[in-house]
């Protein structure tokens, strides 16, 4: 049930704008295949580095890591982390893709990626478009809280970046043979993302925020 949990919140992640930006601009250049490589690759490293920074340091503190009352405590505070996330999302106190927003304005960084594609600036734009946030730091507390053993933490981090990367990645594997079917693809969910994200965002949150609270106490 873990592994659903932590999937479910990297499956709220997948989609971000900043990212499929990047990616938009990365597959528009002549030679986008050892671009990609470099954005997939960078941006994996340093959120698994992060992610197994976190683990290991809390492998080593004396949490009761694996107790049922321990589970259920990080099941409940994230619940409860994720329901505010959902409730300021839709009161609009915070951001998020809407149908009727106008188009967005570039940023300055979307800028310079576009005037200085080298796999320096893609290894760069890897991380600098999948900063850890809400989601991933309540997956890694589920994580910590009943994973007494590195090995299975491990594994479990590497599942929620594989689903929480997964449009890049099958964006190289469709470049390496077909780089404007992979940038076509890349604008049509962009497109979407702009319909449905947000509607999706919430349910997940709300859903997923409610079942964690639900299932914290039972552990109590």
């Known amino acids: 049930m873990v592994i659903l949990e932590i999937v479910l919140l990297a ?27 470099a954005y997939v690759l960078a941006g994996l490293a340093f ?3 992060f992610g197994l920074l976190v ?12 107790s049922s009352h321990t589970k259920a405590v990080a099941q409940l505070v994230g619940g409860l982390i994720v ?10 106190r915070i951001g998020g893709p809407h149908p009727s927003d106008a188009p967005r304005p570039r940023t300055r960084w979307e800028g310079i990626l576009d005037r200085r594609l080298t796999p320096r600036t893609a290894a760069i734009a890897g991380p600098a478009t999948h900063i850890p946030g809400i989601f991933y730091l309540v997956a890694l507390n589920i994580i910590v809280a009943q994973q007494v ?11 929620y970046n594989v689903v929480w990367f997964a449009i890049p990645i099958v ?12 940038r076509a693809g890349v604008h049509g ?24 609270v639900v299932r914290g106490p039972v552990g109590l």
């Open 11 to 37: 499956l709220a992640t997948t989609v971000r704008p900043t990212s499929l930006a990047a990616l938009y601009a990365l597959l528009g250049t002549p030679a986008p295949r050892r671009l990609m490589v």
């Open 83 to 92: 329901l505010l996330f959902a409730v300021l999302l839709k009161t609009g």
């Open 149 to 159: 053993k590195f090995a299975g933490g491990l594994l479990e981090v590497l599942i």
């Open 189 to 212: 969910i962009e497109q979407w993302t702009r319909r449905n994200a947000r509607s999706i965002l919430l349910a997940v949150s709300f859903v997923l925020g409610g079942a964690l």
């Open 171 to 182: 964006a190289l594997a469709v470049c390496i043979v077909a780089p404007d079917s992979a």
């Open 55 to 66: 683990v290991w340091v809390f492998n080593g503190i004396d949490l009761n890591a694996g």
């Open 47 to 49: 959120t698994v580095g």
